[in-house]
């Protein structure tokens, strides 16, 4: 697949069909473009009419071309691109690029053309970039494939564009920046080649450091979430979404032909895959150059240094506004900057240096900062006051920013007077701008970026204890409702299947008769809550089905008669099964827990501040399903309750773990029942002696896959696989537990390090390990199962003392799940008992499960017990170097020992 798009955006030969020379038109615009540049390949016009375009011969079919090319650009009508795409299949072509518009985006006309060409394209395994686009620019090839006439400066960026003419006008805007471009990709509908598939091939482009995307829908949200956690890591991503107010929303329906999510779910995700948002074109440009040119900050406490009182105060206020922290300089930077600056300055942050402000004043009161381990990142501001040079004080900063290793970032207010000043710093890379509120809107990106690559790289803790739910009783609730074409469950049974997965939920009566009613409020103690009981979820307060507190029998009786004829008379078409009685429960804090299941992103898990005042408040946080207890963490992080949670003044903090376990528990609920098409607890009562379920609400639908074959078909993210679980025994007779590797497995992986010798890491990793870093075993643990599996061996030696972990196999896949990588390493003390072979035998046997074509990696010509292995299991081996072999399997072809050569 990578080799397909090699050659879409680095092709040697090129056909342009629909080539033109009739002034206006795209054919004409496109063909004039791919001859008047740079580009040193061969092109080849295609024209059914004509024997001449732009003085070149024309084909008048692809089938006519004399060679077999790389790319097809097609700009012909609509009604003639399947044909087309046919006629490309025959050639042999494997990348094609659609320029023409009259697919999905015109209705269902459109969408019969669409699948038709997806269909032929998928005969003749063909990649296809569009329909509806504008085609792709490479300026390091010097390739415009489009037919916009814009000239684009070369560089490091890729930018990606759901929408041609804002990325016509993007690429205006860039050019009067001085900013340059690894490629510029149109999408248009997306029919084949998707964000997903752009991602993984410029995530690997070494001419591209950072990924730029303008989105307005997305599909295959899985295989994009995919990507961008496999290289938000090492190259920032940053995402342009339109489509965030409900009207917005519906412009972009119309205009690509495809739902528009909910914007709290794309954000959600944003956030789990390491992806940087912003809401400006600007933005996207300037959180790209500033993350190329500075080091991220550590957190968001930011120092501001100014010539100025008015914009550092400015500066604050929005600093304070957007969510940002005004860093608290320490006593000893105090102490130093009144040794260095005059008398009058500020004596805090802002750092008020003073409107005759030379160079050597900015110079020390920045090197003072940046000492300070309390400050993240450092603006500097310079307004103009004629006393010293703008352009000597930017070749001070420039100086200092070269060895800094926190963020510096620049304003120099003013036009013309600052210009030259502002070259200087653009040449020494301090990204610079004309008003502090826009430094300190990247400064904040910034800090998000290194949140979510935190989020990426945070080892959660063990969960507090193992929890078993009753799955097949879960099964019946739900089943029993779907065989009655019910829509959703009844308060009880809601609470019935919160129940099976271990969430602690308030004990509930139902009751059929007044007496009945009086008799159980006395068993369960006064006061009481009585609710209506029906056979669905509704919203009982909207018709006063709820009453409490009940304090004696007498009201018990009344309130059941009340109950029941408000049930009957507000919804009549359900049936009334009876009271439920409850004790009356007062806790400190009411908490809503909820999912919903996104037409995008699948189910969204949604915590906040509960109660009857939850939608006014909108104290609420969404994130996505897994949720392991350092997820779950952040997600109650991210609401305002959260600081009265954790204890606030003289008010104890509750137990936070615990509803971290619960949001845990609750996540695998919305995850093993994609029948759930909606849950809400609310609310979710909570103090500091535990948290208790009062009101549950369950919608439900049928799933639309097969649930036994892809029971996790409805989710974005893989979940544990824990069907990858095998007893073994070694020769020693030694029991070892194959299992797939957890985030919370790192300590273990730690400290297996520690058990193997200088030969086994020289074997592992063909070099010396100085010191294992906690980024490094974040980057084992933390994988992703849907492109990754790694599985260790796990050895019970003390029955009273923690597991250990003797070893680990793993297959990195590419992106389109082919080819695979294979790695293995035994600990020391485990070496010689068969254990690699066994572990070689299940790592194998998963990549057949998967579907994995060819596995292949590299073991030095030394290791011989490895080599062994690599024989015995059929892998082929070929001289790698002088001291290395390279090894591959294909799994299509039946088992062999090989030889080596």
């Known amino acids: 697949m990578r080799d397909q798009l090699e050659k879409l955006f680095n092709p040697k030969s090129i056909a342009a069909i629909g080539a033109s020379d009739r002034k206006g038109s795209v054919g004409y615009v496109l063909i004039r473009n791919l001859l008047s540049g740079s580009y040193a390949g061969k092109v080849y016009p295609v024209n059914i009419r004509h024997d001449t375009v732009h003085g070149r011969e024309a084909y008048k079919s692809i089938k006519n071309v004399p060679e077999k090319v790389d790319l097809a650009i097609i700009a012909t009508p609509a009604e003639t691109v399947p044909e087309v795409i046919e006629q490309c299949g025959k050639a042999g072509v494997e990348s094609a690029v659609i320029l023409s518009a009259g697919f999905i985006e015109v209705g269902r006309e459109g969408s019969r053309r669409s699948e038709k060409i997806k269909k032929v394209a998928s005969k003749y395994h063909i990649r296809i970039l569009g329909p509806n686009c504008i085609g792709f620019m490479n300026p390091l090839l010097g390739l415009n494939a489009t037919f916009l006439s814009q000239k684009v400066l070369p560089g490091r960026i890729v930018l990606i564009s759901q929408s041609g003419a804002l990325g016509s006008t993007i690429l205006d805007w860039a050019a009067e920046q001085n900013v340059g471009f690894s490629h510029f990709v149109s999408v248009g509908s997306m029919i084949d080649i998707g964000f997903h598939d752009l991602i993984d091939y410029f995530g690997m482009d070494p001419h591209t450091s950072s990924i730029l995307i303008y989105m307005e829908s997305l599909r295959d949200a899985r295989r994009f979430m995919s990507a961008a956690r496999a290289f938000s890591r090492s190259k920032p991503i940053i995402v342009l979404k339109a489509g965030k107010s409900q009207e917005g929303a519906q412009a972009t329906l119309s205009h690509t032909g495809t739902l528009a999510g909910n914007d709290a779910a794309f954000s959600a995700a944003f956030h789990r895959a390491g992806i940087v948002r912003v809401n400006t074109v600007a933005q996207l440009f300037h959180c790209a150059q500033a993350l190329a040119m500075q080091p991220r900050p550590e957190d968001n406490r930011l120092a501001i240094i100014t010539n100025a009182g008015g914009p550092g105060v400015l500066a604050t206020d929005f600093l304070i506004q957007k969510g940002g922290r005004l860093a608290k300089l320490s006593r000893e ?50 307004a103009p006051q004629g006393v010293s040079s703008s352009e000597e004080v930017a070749k001070a900063v420039g100086k200092i920013s070269h060895r800094a290793r926190k963020p510096i970032l620049a304003t120099w207010m003013g036009e013309k007077e600052v210009q030259a000043a502002r070259d200087i710093l653009e040449n020494e890379k301090v990204p610079n701008y004309r008003y502090p509120e826009s430094a300190i809107e990247v400064f904040l990106l910034m800090c998000s970026y290194t949140l979510n690559l935190q989020v990426l790289h945070e080892t959660p803790r063990e969960i507090p204890r193992s929890f078993s739910p009753d799955k097949e009783e879960a099964q019946r609730i739900i089943d029993e409702a779907l065989k009655e074409d019910r829509q959703s469950l009844s308060e009880a049974e809601a609470k019935a299947l919160l129940t099976t997965f271990e969430i602690p939920v308030v004990e509930s009566l139902l009751v059929t008769s007044e007496t009945a009613a009086a008799n159980t409020s006395r068993y369960i103690g006064f006061p009481v809550v009585m609710k209506a009981e029906l056979n669905a979820s509704v919203h009982k307060s909207d018709f006063g089905g709820i009453k409490y507190p009940i304090q004696n029998a007498t009201q018990a009786k009344f309130a059941f008669h009340e109950l029941v004829e408000l049930a009957k008379k507000h919804h009549p078409d359900k049936v009334v099964r009876g009271v439920l009685i409850e004790p009356f429960v007062e806790k400190r804090y009411e908490l809503i827990l909820g999912a919903r299941k996104d037409p995008i992103f699948g189910p969204i898990i949604l915590f906040g501040m509960g109660g009857i005042a939850v939608e006014i408040f909108l104290d ?113 007779g030694q029991t070892a537990l194959l299992r797939a590797i957890r985030p919370e497995d790192e300590p273990l992986e730690a400290e297996m390090f520690t058990l193997l010798s200088k030969e086994t890491v020289y074997f592992r990793f063909f070099g010396y390990v100085p010191h294992v870093t906690h980024e490094l075993l974040t980057r084992f643990t933390q994988i992703d199962y849907d492109r990754e599996m790694a599985i260790i061996a796990e050895i019970q030696e003390d029955p009273k003392g923690p597991p250990r972990m003797a070893g680990v196999v793993r297959l990195v896949g590419d992106a389109w799940n082919e080819n695979a990588e294979y790695a293995i390493v035994v600990a020391d003390p485990w070496q010689g008992q068969g254990l690699g072979s066994k572990m070689t035998d299940y790592i194998l046997e998963i990549a057949k499960e998967r579907g994995i074509r060819k596995i292949y990696g590299s073991v030095l010509s030394n290791n011989e017990g490895m080599i062994r292995i690599f024989q015995q299991k059929g892998f082929s081996f070929r001289q790698e170097g002088f001291d290395a072999y390279y090894v591959e399997l294909d799994l299509e072809k039946a088992d062999a020992p090989a030889e080596v050569s």
């Open 620 to 732: 609420r946080n969404v994130g996505l399903p897994p949720l392991n207890m350092a997820l779950a963490q952040r997600l109650i992080e991210g609401t305002k309750i959260y600081h009265l949670l954790k204890g606030y003044r003289e008010e104890r903090g509750i137990d936070l773990a615990a509803i971290q376990f619960v949001l845990h528990k609750f996540a695998y609920l919305v995850m093993d029942f994609p029948e759930i098409s909606e849950i809400e607890i609310n609310p979710f009562a909570v103090d500091e002696k535990g948290g208790i379920v009062l009101d549950a609400k369950v919608m439900l639908e049928k799933p639309a896959f097969n649930k036994r074959r892809q029971p996790y078909a409805h989710l974005v993210i893989s979940p544990y696989p824990a069907q990858y679980n095998r007893k073994v025994t070694l020769k020693t």
């Open 333 to 382: 930077t105090i102490q130093k900057l009144n040794e260095a600056l005059p008398a009058d300055w500020s004596r805090g942050n802002p750092v008020d240096i003073l409107g005759d402000a030379s160079p050597e004043r900015y110079s020390k009161a920045l090197s003072i900062v940046l000492e300070d381990r309390g400050v993240d990142g450092i603006l500097v501001i310079l």
